[in-house]
């Protein structure tokens, strides 16, 4: 069904791009407001910085058009304000934050719909499209002494755990401004809830607890990307004259 999806939405930027009246070009970058869901841990959101290069088709009434992204999209989260019980001293100590970063190649393919605002000089849109992220690397390496002494509480840095594709949908909206007959400004907001799981572990069992010295067993553990993003961008137009 995926893939099905894909396939009509590459055939639809194919058709616009033959019955275009031209082409935009242009890059946009910001802000992601990260998150993710995991399994019985309350996760804080990280704030990282993310950008794309794009391709939007434009037809002759521009309210209605077709358009590609690829860019650097990272994903993750966060443990903040976190106490133990300091058996040295019998008092709480605060445990220092830890970041979770999953970095990612996203392609989204989609459409906008678009609003003239005053005098046509800017445009209300909102999106929607599918999106594909690679993940290229993580920082799970960061946890392996804690993950060895206290047998996996943090996600693993294995391959087999963390999943390299990834998909979901984009859905937002913005503004796009006029600065001149063939240049332009946005601004978006996007969110981006993935479908399948980022990382997904089983549940492990016969694992040496290293306090007790008893058999412990390592619970499932399933992490789903959730992320909101605002970016600014510049717009570049292409434009295509007929000639009889």
């Known amino acids: 069904m995926k893939q099905r999806i894909l396939m009509m939405i590459i055939a ?41 290069f794009f391709i939007e088709d434009v037809p002759e009434s521009n ?3 077709l358009f590609a992204s690829l860019g650097y ?13 300091n058996v040295l001293n019998g008092q709480l100590t605060r445990v220092p934050p830890e970041r979770f970063i999953f970095h990612n190649a996203s392609l ?18 909102y999106s929607i499209g599918v999106r594909a992220d690679y993940t290229f690397d993580t920082n799970l390496n960061e946890f392996d002494e804690i993950n060895n002494f206290f ?10 755990y963390i999943r390299e594709f990834n998909y979901g949908v984009t859905i937002g909206g913005g503004m796009e401004y006029s600065l001149g007959d063939f240049v332009g400004m946005s601004l978006e907001l996007n969110l981006h809830p993935d479908f399948s ?48």
């Open 197 to 244: 799981f980022q990382y997904e572990q089983p549940e492990i069992g016969n694992v040496t607890d290293p306090f007790t010295g008893n058999q412990t067993t390592i619970p499932e553990r399933q992490i789903r990307n959730i992320a909101f993003e605002v970016s600014l961008g510049f717009r570049f137009l292409r434009e295509v004259i007929y000639i009889d």
């Open 63 to 65: 309210a209605f058009s």
């Open 12 to 52: 639809a930027l194919s058709v616009a791009g033959l019955q275009a009246q031209g082409t935009v070009y242009g890059i946009k970058g910001g802000f992601t407001l990260a998150t993710q869901q995991w399994d019985a841990i309350n996760t804080n959101a990280l704030f990282l910085p993310q950008g794309d």
């Open 151 to 160: 047998f996996s509480t943090l996600p693993v840095n294995d391959p087999t």
């Open 73 to 85: 999209h990272p994903k993750g989260s966060a443990l903040r304000n976190r106490f133990f019980n």
């Open 108 to 125: 989204v393919l989609g459409a906008k719909q678009k609003f003239d605002i005053g005098r046509g000089e800017s445009r209300f849109f």
